[in-house]
């Protein structure tokens, strides 16, 4: 049957669906429930994202990128379980190749993306990277490492997925327009270090924050269907913070669970008005 795109479109919106035109063969993708993807997914919070979006939804798909794939155990798992809905992609932050790579897979099977979530973040590496506690600590080679992976991989990432994250908009979800939602951390925050210390992971953060923020410009002036956030997770029980949880009470270290379920119903929330934000777990502004 030989219909005409915005027909089609107009047709298939109204429903829920979105769908893509392949421009090399005459085949239509559909995607009822979106396309996600999850930068930074074999552990941590970034797992716990691709399960709870697996789980608490019965529709969409699911794009989980890591550096070794094949070691990545917890996400092997869920593919086992989701076959058909999660697809994983080798991406490494500190190799631009890795993400032009992964965005053209996503583009030949799905088309488009509705949301992008960069979870990657490094805070230590034993014998290589440590928060330093005093100026004399800090190092050229830290400082350069977690501004890598902490700000200039993730918006690398974004520059690749932007025209998929435009193709998508919000089409097939309940929005109209597309996520990027980058993990920042309150640390991150100039207006809000009174503590000093951790120059090279606030400093990255803080770059992130900035980074970010003038995407959303871009994006805004542009009149491109995205909207671009940063959340702050709060401390989270994981190999990242397991080191440093020792002075950490109780009630302010946040399992993975619950930490994702409150940073994924800030996304589900999330107007256009929120374009450029910076929000804590608990839905909370956070000054830059």
Known sequence: ????????????ERRGYTFTFSTLASS????????SMVQGASRGIGLEFVRQLLEKNDKGYIVATCR?????????KLKNEFPERLDIHPLDLTVESTMEDSANSIRDKYGSLNLLINASGVLSIPNVLHPETTLSKVQRSSLLLAYDINAVGPILVIKHM????????????????AIV????????S???????????????????NQLTKSVSVEFARKKDPIICILLHPGTVDTDLSQPFQRNVPKDKLFTKEFSVQKLLS??????????GKFFAWDGQEIPW
């Not at 239509?28 to 429930?33: D, Q």
């Not at 998929?164 to 309940?174: E, F, I, P, V, W």
């Not at 939602?181 to 991150?188: C, D, E, F, I, T």
């Not at 800030?266 to 256009?272: E, Q």
């Open 162 to 177: 932007w025209p998929l994250l435009k193709a998508g908009g919000g089409s097939g979800t309940d929005k109209d327009f």
């Open 181 to 188: 939602a980058n993990l920042s951390a309150r640390v991150g």
């Open 68 to 76: 070794n794939p094949s070691g990545a155990t917890g996400l092997l």
């Open 190 to 208: 100039i207006g809000d270090n009174a503590l000093g210390g951790w120059h090279s992971y606030r400093a990255s953060k803080t770059a992130l």
């Open 28 to 35: 239509v993708t559909w995607k009822r429930g979106g396309v």
């Open 1 to 12: 049957m030989n219909l005409s795109r915005p027909y089609l479109r107009q047709v298939l």
């Open 266 to 275: 800030i996304m589900n929330n999330t107007k256009r008005s929120d374009n």
